[in-house]
C-alpha cells in the first residue's frame, strides 16, 4: 500500500510538471528561454551576445581597432558591431540625402541595437499618395544643399516615425510562419491583426511573412538591413541596388561612387550583428508588476500585445532557402508583447502607397520588450507616459483601452508599473 501511495504521489509529480516540461516541444526537445541582456552600457559585449556564429565560423571575438586591427565583416561578434557603428561618409556612398550615418545612430540607446530618440519623417498629399518618385520617407540629410529634400504646400500629410529596437530580433527572425498565423487567427475578430506576405530580397522569386519595420514589410534581416542602409544612409548593395531618387529627381549628379557601394559584406555584418543579439530583459518584478500583469492579460491588452513565442526548430530552412536556424536562435521563449502584425488603432495619417495597409502601423515597432528604457511611447513618440500612450489607443484597440479607464487608480497604476518593467 505504502509502495502504491509513492507511486501515485510520483504520477501526480508528473502531471504537474509535464506541461511545463514540454511547453512548445518538437520531439520531446523542451523549449529553453532566450539569452536576455539588461541593456546596460557598462557591461561588456558578452553581456549582449547570444553565442550566434557568424557565417565565417566566429564567435565572441575580440575588439577590433581601426589602427592595428580593423573590423573585419564576419569574423566575429564585436567584428559585426564595430561595423553597425561606424560612420559612414561621401567616400563610402553616403547619400546623396540620408538621415545619419551609422546603424547606431538610430539604435544605440542604451546600448548598441536598441532605440534612438530619432525620428523619420513621412510625407503625403492629402490623400495619402507619396510624394513625385514614389517615396514616402523624407530624409533628414543631403551632401549637397541642392540635393536637400524639402516638402511643399501639396504635401499637405506629415507624420513621424521612431525608431525601433533590434534586441532579440534574431529569434523574432526564427519564428515561423505558422506561429504568427495560429496566433492572429485566435485573436477576437475586432482586435485580429493583418500579416503580410513579403518578398525576402536575398531570394529571388520568395515571399514569406514580414514582421520587421513600420509596415511589417520585411521577413527577413537582411532584407531589413539592405532596406535601411539604402533609405537611412542611401548605400546601395547587391540586394537593393539603385540610388533612390530625390523627390521624383535623378540622384545621379550628386552620386560619385558606382553602384552598388557596399558589395554585400556590410550588409551581412549587419545582418550577423542583430541574429547575434540577446533580446531585451526585464526590470525588477514586485508584487505591483504581477498584479499588473494580471490586469494586462483581463483586459485584452494581450491580444495584440503577445506576451510569448517559442522560435521554430533548430534546423529549420527560413526566407526562402537563404537561412538555417541555428541552435542559439531555435526553439527559445521570447517575450517580446507584440504579434507582429498589422493594426488599425487610429494613430495612423493614412500616408504610403500601399493600399490596405496605409491605415495602419505592425505592432513590431511598438513591441514593449525594452519600453523602459523609453520615455517617448507611440509609434511617433508623440506620448510621453504610459498613460497617455494608453489614450492614444483607438480603433481595434478601443476596447482595451476602455477596460483600462474602467479599473481603479491602484489598478491602473499596476498596470502602468508592469509596462514599465519590461
Not at 540629410?141 to 529596437?165: C, K, M, V, Y
Not at 523627390?247 to 561612387?257: E, R
Not at 517559442?310 to 536556424?325: E, K, R, Y
Not at 520615455?375 to 510621453?384: D, E, L, S, W, Y
Request: net charge negative; aromatic share 8%.
Amino acid at each position: 500500500m505504502r509502495i502504491l501511495k509513492i507511486f501515485v504521489l510520483l504520477i501526480f509529480a508528473a502531471a504537474l510538471v509535464l506541461p511545463f516540461t514540454y511547453t512548445s516541444s518538437v520531439e520531446g526537445q523542451a523549449a529553453t528561454e532566450a539569452q536576455t541582456t539588461q541593456m546596460d552600457a557598462r557591461q561588456s559585449d558578452a553581456n549582449l551576445y547570444n553565442g550566434f556564429i557568424t557565417r565565417t565560423g566566429g564567435g565572441l571575438g575580440t575588439a577590433p581597432d581601426e589602427c592595428s586591427n580593423p573590423a573585419v565583416s564576419g569574423r566575429s561578434f564585436r567584428d559585426n558591431k564595430a561595423i553597425f557603428e561606424e560612420r559612414e561618409g561621401v567616400g563610402d556612398g553616403l547619400g546623396p540625402t540620408y538621415n545619419d550615418v551609422a546603424c547606431s545612430a538610430c539604435h544605440q540607446a542604451p546600448v548598441t541595437g536598441h532605440v534612438s530618440q530619432i525620428n523619420e519623417f513621412r510625407a503625403a498629399d492629402g490623400n495619402g499618395n507619396p510624394p513625385p518618385g514614389g517615396q514616402t520617407l523624407i530624409q533628414d540629410r543631403a551632401i549637397d544643399p541642392d540635393a536637400q529634400e524639402r516638402i511643399n504646400t501639396g504635401l499637405s500629410t506629415h507624420e513621424f516615425r521612431s525608431t525601433r529596437t533590434v534586441l532579440g530580433d534574431g529569434f523574432v527572425e526564427a519564428i515561423a510562419n505558422s506561429t504568427l498565423q495560429n496566433n492572429v487567427a485566435a485573436q477576437p475578430f475586432g482586435q485580429r491583426g493583418q500579416l503580410r506576405t513579403v518578398a525576402v530580397l536575398e531570394a529571388p522569386g520568395q515571399t514569406r511573412i514580414g514582421r520587421f519595420g513600420h509596415k511589417s514589410q520585411h521577413a527577413s534581416l537582411e532584407s531589413f538591413s539592405a532596406d535601411a542602409y539604402l533609405n537611412e544612409m542611401g548605400i546601395t548593395s547587391p540586394t537593393q541596388p539603385t540610388e533612390n531618387n530625390i523627390l521624383g529627381q535623378s540622384s545621379a549628379p550628386f552620386d560619385t561612387v558606382a553602384d552598388p557601394e557596399d558589395d554585400g559584406e556590410d550588409v551581412a555584418a549587419f545582418t550577423d550583428f542583430m541574429r547575434a543579439l540577446r533580446a531585451p530583459g526585464r526590470g525588477p518584478i514586485n508584487s505591483d508588476v504581477i498584479a499588473g500583469q494580471n490586469l494586462f492579460n483581463s483586459i485584452n491588452c494581450d491580444v495584440c500585445h503577445t506576451p510569448q513565442f517559442t522560435t521554430a526548430q533548430a534546423g529549420t530552412v527560413i526566407n526562402g532557402g537563404a537561412f538555417t536556424v541555428p541552435a542559439t536562435l531555435g526553439n527559445k521563449i521570447i517575450h517580446p508583447f507584440s504579434d507582429f502584425a498589422l493594426h488599425n488603432i487610429g494613430t495612423s495619417n493614412g500616408i504610403g502607397g500601399e493600399p490596405g495597409v496605409n491605415d495602419r502601423f505592425s505592432t513590431t515597432t511598438i513591441a514593449l520588450w525594452g519600453v523602459r528604457t523609453k520615455h517617448r511611447f507611440m509609434m511617433q513618440g508623440n506620448a510621453h507616459t504610459i498613460f497617455d500612450a494608453i489614450q492614444l489607443h483607438a480603433g481595434q484597440a478601443s476596447t482595451a483601452r476602455n477596460n483600462f479607464n474602467g479599473l481603479s487608480n491602484t489598478q491602473k497604476n499596476q498596470l502602468i508599473a508592469f509596462v514599465l518593467s519590461l
